[in-house]
C-alpha cells in the first residue's frame, strides 16, 4: 500500500487572461510544493477559464492557450517544481498530439499532466453537458482517451467533469483499468438546489470505480455564473475525506493512504465504455516506487453553508468578481428605502466594501417620507458614500416640453433616475448595479431604460420572498470575507415596510400584482417547474391568476433580454437556462 499528498487548487481563475491564469498555476504550484505535495490537481479549463463560450471558435485563442500551456510546463521545471506532477485544464485540438502550427482540429475540453518540463498527457471530456447552462455540443467533440500515470507507485486516472456525472464513458473504464485514484477538474456551477448532490456523485463514482476520488471545482464569478469551489475528496469506500470551503480560494492538501500499488505495463489500450464508444487508457510510468511512509496530515473538512448563507455567498462573490474582473473600482445604485435596493446595497458592500459603493438618493414628488429616512439610515449604519438628487424638478422640466400622462408620466420618473445613474457612471466611472428582483423580472414590473438600467444586477435571480429572507438573515449572520462590519446592516423599516414603485400617490405592488407570497409560489411553478397552464391549475393555483401570470410573463421576455446580466442562484435562471422567444404568439390553453 502506498501514501499520496495531493493537493487540490480550488482557485479563481480570470476568463481569456491565459497569461495570469498562468502565472496564478505557477504560484500555487509553488505553495503545493511547499506543502509537500505530490501532485497538484487545477480545475476543468483553468488556463483559459470557464465557460469562455465562442472564444472557443476562435484559432487565435485555442492556439494561444496550447502554447500557453506548453510554456507554463517549461516554466515550472525552470523555477524547479518539474518534478512536481500538475493536472491543469485547458482547451485542446482533436487529433492526436496537436500542436500551434499543425491542421487546425475541433476544440477539446481538455485536461493535461505536465511533468519534468513537458505536457506527457492529455485527455478531454467525453460527455460533454448540453443542458441549463451548457452548450457544449456548439464548442466541443468528445474525447476518447483517459490517461493513468503511474506516481509513486500509485496509478492516477484523469477525468473532466461532466464526465463523472452520466453513466459509462472514462470513468466507467477507471475501475475496469484497476486505477488507484481517479483525479477530476472541475467547473460546476452554484444553483441553490444543487443540495449535496456533488458529494453523493463522488461517492457513487468511487465505489464503482473502486478507487478514491479528487473532485476539484472552480470558485470565482463570471457573468452570469458563480462557481462555489465545494472540492471534495472521498476514499474508495465513498466517504468523506476532505472537504474545501464554499466561495473562496483554497489549496486544499490531503494525504491519502492505503492506496494500491499498480505493476501493470505501460501503452495504450482500448476499453468498452459501456456507452457505445471505446476509451483508450494511455498509461505511463512517472515513478513507480512508493514514498517512504510519513505521518498524514488531518485533513480538513469545512462544513457546508446552509441556504441563505449560501445564496447571499454567491451573490456577493459575484458581485465583486464582476467588478474586479472587468476593471471596475466602485459600484453605483438608486437607494430608494425598499428593500430591493437596500438588499443590493448591502451585497455591494459586502463585496466591495462600503467605501467603494455610491448610493444616490432620489425622491420625488410621491416619495414618501420614510423612503428617504430608511435610506438615510442604511447610509448611517454601512457608511457608504450618499448623495441626494431630488428629482421632481427634472421630471416637471421634462413635463414641459414633452406631454405624457398616466403610466407614461409615471414611468418618466423611474428613466430620470436610470438617466442620473448613468451620468454618475460615466462621470465617475462606477458600474451602475440595477437592483430588480426575479419576480419583477418575471412579471415586467420595472421600467425599460428606468430602473432597469445599469451593468450588472445583483438579485435577478432571486424571488421577492427570498429577498426579505435574505436580509433578514444578513441583519442576523455575518460571514468571514464580508467587507461589511456593521451590525444589523439593513434598516427593519426596510424590510417590513409594504412594497411600493412611488411611481404615484399612495402606489402598492399589489395594485398590480398579486401578493409576493402568492406569486412566487406560481412563478416557481410555471418558470422553474416549467407547468403548462392546466398543471398549474391541478397544483391547486387560482385560475383566474394563472392566465393573468402566465401573460404578464410571456409577455415580459422582450424586457428580460434587455435587462443586465446577473449571478444565477436557481435551478433556472432567465437567460443561460430559460430562453423563450420574444416574438411568441403561442399561449398557454387553460381550458
Ligand atoms: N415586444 C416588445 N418588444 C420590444 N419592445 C416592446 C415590446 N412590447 C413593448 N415594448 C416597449 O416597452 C414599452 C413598455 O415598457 P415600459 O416602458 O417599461 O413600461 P410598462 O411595462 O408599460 O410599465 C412599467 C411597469 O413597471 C412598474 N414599475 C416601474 C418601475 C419600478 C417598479 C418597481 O416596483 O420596481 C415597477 C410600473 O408601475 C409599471 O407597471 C413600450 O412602450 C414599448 O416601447
Ligand atoms: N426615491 C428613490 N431614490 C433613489 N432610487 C430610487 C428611488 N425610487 C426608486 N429608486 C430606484 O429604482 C428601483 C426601483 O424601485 P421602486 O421603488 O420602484 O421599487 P422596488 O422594486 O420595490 O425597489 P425597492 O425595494 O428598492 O424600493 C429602486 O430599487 C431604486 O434603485
Ligand atoms: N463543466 C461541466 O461539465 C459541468 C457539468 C456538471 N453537470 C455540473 O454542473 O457540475
Known amino acids: 500500500m502506498a501514501q499520496l499528498r495531493i493537493a487540490l487548487a480550488q482557485t479563481n481563475p480570470t476568463v481569456g487572461d491565459l497569461s495570469a491564469n498562468a502565472d496564478r498555476l505557477v504560484a500555487w504550484t509553488r505553495d503545493a510544493a511547499e506543502r509537500g505535495a505530490h501532485l497538484v490537481v487545477f480545475t476543468e479549463m483553468f488556463l483559459t477559464g470557464y465557460p469562455v463560450e465562442d472564444l472557443v471558435l476562435r484559432t487565435s485563442f485555442v492556439d494561444a492557450g496550447i502554447r500557453t500551456l506548453e510554456q507554463v510546463a517549461r516554466r515550472l521545471a525552470e523555477e524547479g517544481l518539474g518534478e512536481l506532477p500538475v493536472v491543469a485544464g485547458y482547451v485542446d485540438r482533436a487529433g492526436l ?22 505536457v506527457v498527457a492529455r485527455t478531454a471530456k467525453h460527455h460533454l453537458p448540453n443542458y441549463g447552462v451548457f452548450d457544449e455540443y456548439r464548442y466541443f467533440v468528445r474525447g476518447d482517451r483517459l490517461p493513468i500515470f503511474r506516481l509513486h507507485g500509485v496509478d492516477v486516472a484523469v477525468a473532466v467533469c461532466e464526465d463523472l456525472w452520466q453513466e459509462g464513458g472514462p470513468v466507467s473504464v477507471v475501475g475496469q483499468a ?19 448532490v456533488r458529494l453523493e456523485l463522488c461517492a457513487r463514482r468511487a465505489r464503482e470505480a473502486g478507487c478514491a476520488l479528487v473532485y476539484v471545482n472552480q470558485v470565482g464569478g463570471q457573468d452570469e ?13 465513498g466517504e468523506l475525506v476532505a472537504r474545501a470551503g464554499q466561495f473562496r480560494e483554497e489549496l486544499l492538501v490531503v494525504d491519502l493512504t492505503g492506496l494500491p500499488v499498480s505493476e501493470a505495463a505501460p501503452g495504450a489500450f482500448p476499453y468498452d465504455a459501456g456507452d457505445g464508444t471505446t476509451i483508450t ?13 510519513y505521518p498524514a496530515e488531518p485533513a480538513p473538512v469545512a462544513e457546508r453553508l446552509d441556504l441563505h448563507a449560501e445564496v447571499y455567498s454567491a451573490l456577493v462573490l459575484a458581485v465583486r468578481d464582476y467588478v474586479a474582473k472587468n476593471g471596475f473600482r466602485s459600484v453605483i445604485l438608486g437607494l430608494s428605502g425598499g428593500i430591493d435596493s437596500a438588499l443590493t446595497a448591502t451585497i455591494a458592500a459586502d463585496a466591495v466594501g462600503p467605501d467603494r459603493v455610491n448610493v444616490v438618493l432620489m425622491p420625488s414628488r410621491y416619495s414618501s417620507e420614510h423612503s428617504l429616512t430608511d435610506a438615510e439610515e442604511l447610509v448611517r449604519r454601512q457608511g457608504v458614500r450618499s448623495q441626494v438628487a431630488p428629482i421632481a424638478d427634472i421630471v416637471t422640466a421634462f413635463e414641459k416640453e414633452i406631454e ?12 430620470v433616475r436610470g438617466t442620473i445613474l448613468m451620468g454618475l457612471s460615466n462621470q465617475n466611472g462606477h458600474l451602475v448595479l440595477t437592483t430588480g428582483n426575479k419576480s419583477e423580472l418575471a412579471t415586467g414590473y420595472s421600467t425599460l431604460y428606468g430602473d432597469s438600467a445599469g451593468g450588472f444586477a445583483p438579485i435577478k ?40 414603485a412611488e411611481l404615484r400617490p399612495d402606489q402598492r405592488d399589489t395594485d398590480s400584482l398579486p401578493p409576493y407570497e402568492v406569486l412566487d409560489r406560481l412563478l416557481d411553478d410555471y418558470v422553474e417547474k416549467d407547468m403548462g397552464s392546466q398543471e398549474l391549475i391541478a397544483a391547486g393555483h387560482d385560475p383566474e391568476l394563472v392566465t393573468r401570470v402566465i401573460r404578464l410573463v410571456d409577455l415580459a421576455e422582450y424586457k428580460r433580454r434587455q435587462y443586465p446580466p446577473g449571478p444565477k442562484i436557481t435551478p433556472k435562471n432567465f437567460g443561460r437556462d430559460r430562453r423563450l422567444p420574444i416574438t411568441n404568439r403561442w399561449r398557454e390553453s387553460t381550458s
Open 281 to 293: 487508457v494511455d498509461r505511463l510510468v512517472l515513478s513507480g516506487e512508493p514514498v517512504a511512509p
Open 404 to 415: 405624457l400622462s398616466g403610466l407614461a408620466a409615471e414611468n418618466l420618473q423611474a428613466r
Open 225 to 237: 455564473l458563480v462557481f462555489d469551489g465545494d472540492s471534495i475528496v472521498v476514499d474508495g469506500a
Open 97 to 118: 498530439a496537436p500542436r500551434v502550427g499543425q491542421p487546425k482540429g475541433a476544440p477539446l475540453d481538455a485536461a493535461a499532466l505536465l511533468y519534468q518540463g513537458e
Open 178 to 196: 484497476g486505477a488507484g485514484l481517479l483525479v477530476v477538474p472541475n467547473a460546476s456551477p452554484y444553483e441553490k438546489e444543487k443540495d449535496d
Open 461 to 500: 435571480d432571486v424571488p421577492k420572498t427570498m429577498v426579505w429572507e435574505l436580509a433578514r438573515w444578513r441583519n442576523a449572520h455575518t460571514c468571514a470575507g464580508f467587507l461589511l462590519e456593521a451590525e444589523r446592516p439593513i434598516p427593519e423599516n426596510s424590510i417590513s415596510k409594504e412594497p411600493s
